[in-house]
């Protein structure tokens, strides 16, 4: 799930990038992507799942809830966004996530 793929592209650092899910597309360019990464906990060799909330940006306004998409890391463009969008790797049910708690 927590892929990391590393770009090389001529004249450009290379930039880490996520696969994720959008569960969020309310502001302007803006996707709130939710990453999710499975490891081993330290002490109790137990399996567990952490998750990361990103600001991505989406010049195209193209991302919807529940898609997974591709996002690279990039200079910072606001106080949270560090990242933007490179691709939608699975369109989504369209179906809005059900929030828990």
Do not use: C, F
């Amino acid at each position: 799930m927590a892929e990391t793929v590393i770009t090389a592209e001529p004249g450009r650092a290379q930039r880490k990038q996520r696969v994720g899910v959008v569960i969020a597309n309310k502001m302007a360019k803006t996707i709130t992507v939710e990453i999710m990464r499975r490891y081993p906990h330290p002490q109790y060799k137990k399996v567990v799942t952490g998750y990361k909330k990103l600001y991505a940006h989406d010049e195209k306004g193209e991302a919807k809830v529940g898609d997974r998409v591709r996002v690279e890391e990039t200079r910072p463009l606001s106080r949270t966004k560090r990242w933007r969008l490179v691709e939608v790797v699975e369109r989504g049910s369209g179906a809005a996530p059900v929030a828990a708690g």
